[in-house]
């Protein structure tokens, strides 16, 4: 009866070696299916909950959007309880108008607020708007695959037959891919109705162009007149018909012997770009492929891929080619977070045998790290933590916490076995035993240090409740696997005797232990000599004083801060603002340019780039009209080019800024932050009721920042 009260759990778990081993191969199995299935992406989500409101007014300017409808709605967004900042781009017919929202706000109820918000003041908002579209943007926003389409050289087709082709086929197949969510169409050339009223023929039969638009509404709301434009001899009026409707269009009557076919030209098709797309430095028509918030960014694009080889297969006249991805950052970032996880491992298992100096013992470390691995992979899979950036670095620091674990209890069961003499299985229940609560209230008091940093907030949550999750994560397994697999290895490996091993172990704790009693020695006579003398332990204060603040005061102003360490990943962001009136012609040449500038600083794998916006398009276009020029350019690894990115955006910068017609230019590393949001150093945000005195204020800050040391550009909206 004594010896079965002295039976502790451990003991009874490690008789039953067929539960453990089930238990970790349950891990392992469970931590290989997650490794497949976990999401992979370059940072967490950190953006703000944004909802973007698009709305149409045909016909109308800017100017007049921007005041009938842009500004009455962004007042009444700012009543909206948790919104950061509510702002709008508006161009001719088109102005799309941002609510943002604090982290705390859940999207869906965001976009609920928006909507009764629009429909609070619909009433005072101009009749003739179309539908407003509501729109969530997230981090599936951003498109994981921009495919520019060109016809190829010699071929006879032209960009509006790319655009029919992008928009029909090719984009009904792809939003039927599991995981696409939307698929953008970009670059202009995009067919509508198109009736050129001649000037002089309503002159000779004595109508008004009014007549002709009033006609045009009133027998179909759905030939809404988009736009109007006055040249010399004849005027543009762009419907919303679709092609079916050029011959009811032509027999409409304008008076009851004229049709207006007498005094129009009616035929479907393109007449001039509000927007243009270049893709590798080709005029191209944009594919952007937006992924469904649920879906993983690698697999996705790799669907996208496969349909898009089916494509080239079948139109051979056309050329597909990728001008923006996010694939290559995700994969090359993960590859090397993983490289520097298999070097801490192996440069963490010689540190360890230094110290252990024994062979059995290092085996035992070698086996459990994959199991601890595998076990805390498995746990984030069920959690739902993916890998990134944030995450891996955690599975890279939580080594050390692993190793502690393993190394404590291990430790303990050679002591009782070495050093008291005990057979093997004695020794390890005995040592697992009497650590193992040790052992568990340090796990837990690390837990407890972390996990504050779940909760502070902000964006530092974003980043850093990932990090601490995983962290947790790695202690937890870390723990399980040091009290149940560390004991029962111990229980075969540190049980082998074979004496040639057990020679060279010896030789090396002798040699080890020789060097650790050197090392102890030396820090044992220093302190000593401090505590033993006055004067000395005085100066030793007076110089450890001396050193932190000159880290303060010195080191830290000198080496800086920033939001997140810099990531060299290849991609430069450029934004160009050129003179204001600036037909698209021109901009284009500019564009073409560039593209130039930006294949001579080094070997390119691609550039997107993009002019003006069109309607409801978010996720590809400069945001703004034809006088704003977006691009984005991605070289080959920084292992394959001798300049940083750093230094290619200050070439950039400086190459860019002197080409007739750029009036403000923005040069930035991509992908360098995790919050997308972050548009500057310095963000200043200028109010007035008073257009002019706006403009001025503006002008006036811009001018101080420009001359503030360590601005490299500036830009005002």
Avoid: C
Avoid at 76 to 89: K, W
Avoid at 460 to 469: D, E, I
Wanted: charged residues 20%; proline residues 3%; without cysteine.
């Amino acid at each position: 009866m004594m010896d079965q009260k002295k039976t502790t759990w451990v003991e009874k778990v490690l008789k039953k070696p067929h539960v453990i081993i089930s238990f970790l191969a349950l891990f392992v199995m469970a931590g290989m299916f997650g490794y497949n299935k976990i999401h992979r992406n370059l940072f967490p989500n950190s953006n703000y909950p944004e909802v973007a409101l698009v709305i149409v007014e045909p016909g109308s300017s800017a100017k007049t959007m921007a005041s009938n409808i842009a500004v009455p709605v962004e007042e009444e967004l700012y009543a909206l309880d948790q919104i950061r900042r509510a702002y709008s781009t508006t161009i001719d017919e088109v102005t799309v108008i941002r609510a943002e929202f604090e982290y705390t706000k859940d999207i869906d109820t965001a976009v609920n607020d928006v909507t009764n918000s629009l429909s609070k003041i619909r009433a005072k908002l101009p009749k003739d708007i179309k539908e407003p579209q509501i729109i969530k943007i997230t981090e599936a926003t951003a498109p994981v695959l921009v495919v520019a389409m060109s016809p190829k050289e010699g071929s006879s087709l032209s960009l509006e037959d790319i655009r029919d082709l992008a928009s029909g086929e090719i984009k009904h197949r792809l939003l039927k891919t599991n995981g696409v969510a939307n698929v953008d169409i970009f670059g202009g050339y995009e067919k509508e109705l198109q009736i050129i009223v001649d000037k002089n023929k309503l002159d000779a039969l004595h109508l008004s162009l009014g007549q002709v638009i009033a006609t045009i509404q009133k027998n179909d709301s759905e030939y809404a007149v988009g736009f109007v434009s006055n040249e010399e001899h004849r005027y543009l009026l762009k419907s919303q018909g679709k092609r079916d409707k050029v011959d009811a269009l032509k027999k409409l009557p304008v008076t009851a012997d004229i049709k207006l076919s007498d005094v129009a030209k009616v035929y479907f098709g393109h007449y001039e770009n509000n927007a243009a797309y270049f893709g590798n430095g080709k005029e191209a028509i944009a594919l952007s492929i937006q992924r469904s918030i649920t879906a993983d960014v690698i697999k996705t694009i790799d669907k996208v891929e496969t349909i898009m080889d089916d494509f080239k297969a079948k139109y051979p006249n056309v050329d597909f080619e990728v001008s923006d991805t996010q694939k290559e950052t995700i994969e090359q970032s993960t590859m090397n977070m993983f490289d520097s996880l298999r070097d801490a491992i192996i440069m963490s298992t010689i540190v360890v045998f230094l110290f252990l100096a024994s062979f059995r013992q290092i085996l035992v470390v070698l086996v459990t790290i994959p199991l601890v691995y595998a076990s805390t992979i498995a746990l984030m899979w069920l959690v739902g933590i993916d890998f990134n950036v944030v995450t891996l670095t955690a599975i890279i620091l939580a080594l050390g916490l692993l190793l502690d674990d393993t190394v404590v209890v291990m430790e303990n069961i050679e002591r009782h076995y070495r050093e008291l003499r005990k057979d093997i299985h004695a020794a390890v229940f005995d040592g697992t035993k009497e650590i193992m609560f040790a052992d568990f209230s340090g796990t837990v008091t690390t837990m407890i240090a972390l996990s504050p940093m779940l909760f502070v907030g902000g964006y530092p949550q974003t980043v850093f409740a990932p990090l601490v999750g995983t962290l947790l994560l790695a202690l937890i397994s870390s723990y399980v696997i040091s009290i149940i697999a560390v004991p029962l290895l111990s229980l075969h490996i540190l049980a082998i005797q074979n004496p040639l091993l057990l020679k060279v172990e010896d030789g090396f704790h002798r040699v080890i232990g020789t060097a650790n009693d050197y090392i102890q020695g030396f820090f044992a006579n220093m302190v000593r000599a401090i505590t033993a003398s006055k004067p000395l332990g005085f100066v030793s204060i007076i110089v450890l004083i001396a050193l932190f603040v000159t880290s303060v005061k010195l080191v830290m102003p000198t080496v800086g801060q920033e939001l997140m360490p810099p990531m060299d990943t290849g991609g430069v962001n450029i934004n160009i603002t050129t003179d204001a009136n600036l037909p698209i012609e021109k901009s284009e040449a500019l564009m073409t340019k560039v593209n130039k500038i930006i294949s001579e600083q080094g070997e390119l794998l691609r550039i997107s780039g993009s002019i003006g916006s069109e309607a409801g398009v978010l996720s590809i276009g400069s945001g703004s009209g034809i006088d704003h020029l977006k691009i984005v350019a991605t070289y080959v690894d920084r292992y394959k080019r001798k300049e940083d990115i750093w230094q290619i955006s200050k070439a950039l910068r400086e190459a860019i800024s002197k080409l007739e017609n750029v009036k403000y230019l923005d040069v930035t590393p991509y992908g360098a932050t995790a919050l997308a949001s972050i548009r500057a150093t310095v963000d200043a945000k200028l109010s007035s009721s008073d257009i002019d005195l706006l403009q001025d204020a503006g002008a006036k800050v811009e001018k101080a920042l420009a001359h503030t040391k360590g601005v490299v550009s500036t830009s005002t909206t």
